[in-house]
């Protein structure tokens, strides 16, 4: 069975990389920016669509606000990125947005980001492979109708190929994103041509179709919080942005130049798409509304186009209005949309296991997420993120609407905090810096964050007004819950450093055990118990004796007949046990000697059965279990177990011994400690 799974192992995740080779896990630019930008270029298949759809609640009129809309996300957008390539270049390790905040907002400040990251990097698997199988069902009837089901085994997928690591992920993903980058751009280049060089006229499959406003006769106010809804909405084209800082490390030399490259290239790609799908959709005529309501609202020659309607993405009515629908290339750009948008989790795939191992390296998160993988991924981390992507996806039925309700709120959190740190982070450099060249630089950057700051401010009052009712509530509440647990954890590890830690100035007496008094557990005379009798005897305690509890009194008189006569050189006392116990009177003894010599160290020592097969473990040691989990809460009693391998356990022999995960991949420094601790 071991070698099985070994194989199935292999087959799935690949052969094991030695520490040596992380340096071969290191990207280039041209893979790193499918790696990492994935997120934020596939969002222009749901963000301008987004816009639309709330502007549709209102009714088709309201579209006219849509290109001021998408100006304003573009200048948001653009503003995060000249931002970002500051904090690449001032905190390169990969701490990203919560290095940036712990350092010059405190470790509180630090959590809230990390708790808003950990949540949006959750939601941006949810909501990509959610909207990726919004595309498929397009197509195929069956996607449609089982979304959930679907949502959850391309999540299955998508761990597996990121267990493999971050160089093997990287090279899967980047054929299929640069697809989508050149499909969509040709798209819109195809589309900016018909349209100003030829004169042609596009027309949208749903271009004659009407939409039932659902908010009519709007007051002032009430409109402009429907358009700052749609702004939130459209915001949505930002996240992933943050995901290049946080991978830093991952780059190859020199690490911050290749990543501000990298970010700059993705943000104009990015807006490029963007812009030109909300203009070619605007210039056809696209009909979007909320799906959830679509088949009442949107009307199809007067009538309600009923319970079977289902509503194109944005992205596939513009490749049929410029391409014809059944073209190769409407089927071709609504294959890449689709799988892109499924690659797209992989910008958290990359992110959440990152951030997880330095909260974790910062006792924020149990160590285990501090630990490589055998591909030296962060393999732990990748299999939460999925974890929790999967019940959010089963839980909100994988319908994208109800996810980006919660989505962007984490992002901007982490956005507005990060670009004050960044601003504090500048003026403290300013004060010690007099190269009058370098402090231009610093002006400079200063000013871009302090205006990335103010922007993705007013981005996040705007995305919680217009969205906490709509679900951000969540969030709101998941963000509190996520910065106390990791609180919590924080406490434990340092309280338990400060309860082991050692006072060099005097020694601890009570590590230094005046007498040890030894007991061997028995409960018959067989080879187990003179094992563990030998053993015993081999340490020279300062008393040894042999312990038995007298349930049954014949057996117990026949168990000190049987010991005498076979001469064994170590007394036996037998305890009482009028209610048929086992535990308590041994338990009870051990406490009597701990009283009358509080300076002494009790050794118990207890025979136990190495079996080969797991119903063996019910039929045997059940006693000794029980036993070892009550003498090990007594101070100043050790319990060694004495094994007794029976013959089922030969076929073990040659099988690796089982260790907690990364146990075997822990850094030096902290098994170095671990090892300090047990001494």
Not at 166 to 171: D, L, M, Q, T
Request: aromatic content about 8%.
């Amino acid at each position: 069975m071991s070698k099985v799974t070994d194989l199935v192992k292999r087959l799935f995740i690949g052969r094991a990389l030695r520490s040596t080779q992380l340096h071969e896990q290191l990207l280039p630019k041209r893979i790193a920016l499918p790696v990492f930008a994935s997120d934020a270029l596939s969002s222009v298949a749901y963000a301008p669509q987004e816009i639309l759809v709330i502007l549709s609640l209102a009714g088709v009129s309201f579209y006219h606000f849509s290109p001021w809309v998408a100006v304003a996300v573009v200048v948001v957008m653009l503003t995060v990125v000249a931002s970002y390539r500051q904090n690449v270049h001032a905190y390169p390790s990969g701490g990203g947005d919560y290095e940036v905040t712990t350092v010059n907002l405190g470790p509180n400040a630090g959590l809230t980001v990390a708790s808003a990251l950990m949540v949006d990097y959750v939601l941006t698997v949810a909501v990509s492979v959610a909207n990726g199988v919004d595309y498929v069902g397009a197509t195929i009837p069956y996607v449609a109708q089982h979304k959930p089901l679907v949502a959850i085994l391309i999540v299955i997928v998508l761990t597996l190929v990121n267990l493999r690591g971050i160089r093997e992920s990287g090279a899967a993903f980047a054929i299929p994103t640069y697809a989508f980058m050149f499909a969509v751009l040709g798209l819109i280049m195809w589309g900016g041509f018909r349209v100003f060089v030829l004169g042609d006229e596009l027309r949208a499959p749903t271009a004659g179709y009407e939409i039932v406003a659902e908010q009519s006769d709007l007051t002032s106010f009430a409109a402009a919080f429907l358009i700052l809804r749609a702004f939130s909405s459209g915001c949505a084209a930002l996240t992933g942005v943050e995901a290049i800082s946080n991978g830093v490390p991952a780059f190859r030399k020199p690490k911050s130049k290749n990543a501000a490259n990298t970010l700059l290239m993705m943000g104009l790609v990015s807006v490029t798409m963007f812009v030109g799908i909300i203009s070619l959709g605007l210039a056809s005529g696209v009909k979007v509304a909320d799906p959830a309501v679509a088949f009442r609202d949107v009307l199809i020659d007067g009538r309600p186009a009923g319970p079977g309607y289902y509503q194109q993405p944005i992205i596939s009515q513009v490749a049929d209005a410029v391409f014809g629908n059944g073209s190769l290339p409407f089927f071709v750009i609504s294959a890449v949309t689709a799988l892109i948008l499924f690659l797209a989790a992989n910008t958290a795939f990359n992110g959440f296991p990152v951030l997880g191992s330095i909260l974790a390296q910062d006792r924020y998160l149990p160590r285990q997420l501090h630990t490589r993988g055998d591909r030296l991924a962060f393999s732990n981390g990748i299999v939460i993120l999925a974890a929790g992507a999967c019940l959010l996806l089963w839980g909100f039925e994988a319908d994208v609407s109800r996810l980006l309700n919660l989505y962007i709120l984490g992002v901007f959190v982490s956005f507005t905090l990060s670009q004050i740190g960044m601003v504090r982070h500048w003026s403290r450099r300013l004060r010690t810096e007099t190269d009058p060249k370098v402090r231009h630089q610093m002006y400079r950057s200063r000013t871009i964050n302090f205006f990335g700051g103010v922007m993705t401010g007013l981005v996040l009052l705007v995305v919680l007004f217009t969205k906490f009712t709509h679900g951000a509530w969540i969030v709101c509440v998941a963000m509190p819950v996520l910065f106390l647990m990791m609180k919590g954890i924080h406490r434990h590890y340092e309280n338990v450093s400060r309860e082991l830690a050692v006072d060099d100035s005097a020694v601890d007496e009570s590590i230094l055990p005046a007498r040890n008094h030894a007991i061997v557990l028995v409960s018959k005379i067989h080879k187990p118990t003179l094992r563990a009798l030998a053993y015993a005897r081999a340490t020279r305690p300062s008393k040894l004796e042999a312990i038995t509890v007298g349930v049954e009194g014949a057996e117990a008189r026949e168990l000190q007949e049987e010991w005498e006569r076979r001469g064994i050189p170590v007394p036996l006392k037998t305890l009482d046990s009028p209610y048929r116990e086992i535990t308590r009177p041994i338990l009870e003894y051990v406490k009597s000697l701990r009283r009358r010599s509080p300076r002494d160290v009790v050794s118990v020592y207890i025979p136990e059965y190495v079996v080969g097969h797991w119903w063996e473990h019910i039929l045997h040691n059940q006693s000794a279990l029980r036993l070892k989990t009550r003498l090990i809460f007594q101070p100043g009693v050790m319990v060694i177990s004495v094994p007794w391998q029976l013959h089922s356990s030969d076929r073990l022999k040659g099988r690796p011994e089982p260790l907690a995960p990364g146990a075997s991949r822990r850094p030096r420094q902290e098994a170095a400690r671990d090892e300090d601790v047990k001494a």
